[in-house]
């Protein structure tokens, strides 16, 4: 029975799923910023629509959908540092797993922090 080539970087390990969340979670951003980018343009075109637009914004889906931005903003940007550091540091390779679960700890301490006070502030 033919054996399953040892731990490469992109076979199931962390290596492929922080690639995977790194590419999920930047195409999540660029959408934001696009439609982010297109409803203030509403201003100068039609301030009407643009306050419609912004009074979808403030229901409690999109606060809550809001919760998911912010995690995918603190996940991306630690990822990117441990990419970096992968990339430019002589043992960044080595200790990539665990820089994996540190973003995940930084990323996971910096949301807990912030989502009970943004709640509040979306139901309060």
């Known amino acids: 029975m033919p054996t399953m080539p040892a731990g490469t970087l992109y076979r199931g390990k962390v290596g ?3 690639w995977v969340l790194h590419r999920i979670t930047g195409v999540a951003i660029f959408f934001f910023l696009l439609v982010h980018v297109l409803d203030t343009a509403l201003v100068r075109v039609a301030p ?3 306050n419609v637009v ?3 914004y403030q229901t409690p889906l999109i606060g ?3 919760l998911g931005l912010v995690a995918a903003i603190l996940y991306h940007g630690f990822n990117g540092i441990r990419i970096a550091l992968i990339d430019f540091w002589s043992k960044g390779a080595k200790y990539q797993n665990v820089m994996f679960w540190v ?3 930084a990323a996971f301490v910096l949301f807990a922090a912030f989502a009970p006070r943004h709640l509040m502030h ?3």
């Open 16 to 18: 492929m799923w922080s």
């Open 122 to 124: 979306v139901f309060g």
């Open 48 to 50: 009407e629509a643009y």
């Open 103 to 105: 973003v995940v700890g």
């Open 64 to 66: 809550v959908s809001e």
């Open 54 to 56: 912004i009074a979808t």
